[in-house]
């Protein structure tokens, strides 16, 4: 079992950063990998990034590559979204999601509550 728990959101103007983290319970949090979800209103929660347990891979949706870098502190439990250069459209509540190892790689079973990001133009 795994809970997670973001933060560090907030209102930022457009151009500025954020930085996202969430912290995970349990002792296995290097077994799993991470990924953040956002959800604008009136739209379906996107991919945004997500890392492997080992830290070595990354990935990014196209609308947020070269401005966010996702990491990871295996000694901290902590998961980390570094957002640069914000943009009104990434204004959304932004989840934190972990993924067990025998699960497939384009599913998530642990879910965090969501912290607001809201950038102002």
């Known amino acids: 079992q795994v809970q997670l728990v973001e933060s560090g959101g907030g209102l930022v103007q457009a151009g500025g950063s954020l930085r996202l983290s969430c912290a995970a319970s349990g002792r296995t949090f290097s077994r799993y990998a991470m990924g953040w979800f956002r959800q604008a209103p009136g739209k379906e929660r996107e991919f945004v990034a997500s890392?492997?347990?080992?830290?070595?891979?990354?990935y990014y949706a196209d609308s947020v590559k070269g401005r966010f870098t996702i990491s990871r502190d295996n000694a901290k439990n902590t998961v980390y979204l570094q957002m640069n250069s914000l943009k009104p459209e990434d204004t959304a509540v932004y989840y934190c999601?972990?993924?067990?190892?025998?699960?497939?790689?384009?599913?998530?079973?642990?879910w965090g509550q969501g912290t607001q990001v809201t950038v102002s133009s």
């Open positions: 999601a972990a993924r067990s190892p025998w699960v497939r790689p384009d599913e998530y079973d642990y």
């Open positions: 890392i492997s347990w080992s830290g070595g891979s990354t």
